[in-house]
């Protein structure tokens, strides 16, 4: 698959972000996509969601070509995506009131997901009285409550501080390993990939991003985070993943300075 964007102000300039990749995610199955900043991520990511058409290629979810939006897959955005004037169980809630499910049945799964997330009791407080961790945990309800067979997230966990990230990064990993379902992580974040996944997808610089190393991680689990970064095979797979990443980190680094 391929995704070209085109200017709009001027049609004949182009910019191929993703060029000739091809990637699947198995059923239940941790899969994290490193690479250099501005490389396509969020537009690989974008095109698995639905929300954006490759130019060239095509997807396909379970077996049937991709078309139009992704309803199997839940999305979880890299920066903060509630609402405002929505309290933390409205905000837990709006994907089921926007498939129809009545108020007491939606109220009853909000408040059950709150408390899984480690927020029981603070369904009423507004995005703007939330911490930052609070914000993470109430989108990753947001986007768990309607059991979605593919997850897609986009850096979830980036504007976080260390701790507070790393308390998250395992209770993702607990939901994920009572349900199995397929996860594509997005992060630029080494250690975070090779902690969580049970693949890690290595794309080069853009322009025509492409993968150019894939690992599998065969660290054992149930796996925490900070302690599986201790393990001697979690310090062979980083250095040779980063063999392969820091040529492209450097290039990447090196367009973003041409660019600013
Ligand atoms: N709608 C668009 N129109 C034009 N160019 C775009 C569009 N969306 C993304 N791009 C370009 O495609 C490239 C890849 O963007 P993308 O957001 O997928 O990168 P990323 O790897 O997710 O970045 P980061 O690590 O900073 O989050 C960038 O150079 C970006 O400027």
């Known amino acids: 698959m391929t995704c070209t964007f085109v200017s709009r102000e001027d049609r004949s300039q182009r910019y191929t972000a993703v060029r000739d990749t091809t ?18 991520k969020s537009t690989l ?25 992704n309803t199997r897959a839940g999305y979880m955005f890299q920066g903060d995506a509630l609402l405002p004037w929505r309290n933390a169980l409205d905000n837990v809630v709006a994907g089921l009131e926007f498939a129809g499910v009545g108020r007491s049945e939606a109220v009853e799964r909000g408040e059950e ?10 369904g009423d407080r507004f995005p703007h009285q939330m911490s930052g961790g609070m914000r993470k945990r109430t989108m990753l309800a947001q986007t768990l409550i309607r059991d979605p067979d593919i997850i897609l997230m986009d850096e979830p966990f980036s504007a976080l501080d260390i701790q507070t990230r790393q308390l998250m990064e395992n209770e993702v990993l607990e939901l994920w390993m009572a349900k199995r379902k397929a996860v594509l992580f997005i992060t630029h974040d080494l250690d975070e990939a090779i902690a969580m996944s049970d693949r890690v997808i290595v794309l080069s610089a853009g322009p025509g991003t492409h993968p150019i190393g894939e690992f599998a991680i065969d660290l054992p689990r149930p796996r925490d985070v900070s ?11 980083h250095a040779a993943i ?7 980190v450097l290039k990447g680094y090196a367009q973003q300075k041409l660019v600013a």
């Open 45 to 69: 990511l974008n095109i698995a969601a639905g929300l954006l058409q490759p130019s060239s290629g095509s997807i396909s979810v379970f077996g049937k070509p991709l078309e139009g939006i």
């Open 113 to 122: 997901w709150l408390r899984r997330v480690g927020l029981g009791g603070f």
């Open 242 to 248: 980063w063999g392969v990443l820091r040529e492209e």
């Open 23 to 40: 990637m699947s995610v198995e059923a239940g199955e941790f899969v994290s996509v490193v690479g250099p900043t501005g490389c396509g």
């Open 227 to 237: 302690e599986v970064r201790m393990h001697p095979r979690f310090v062979e797979l």
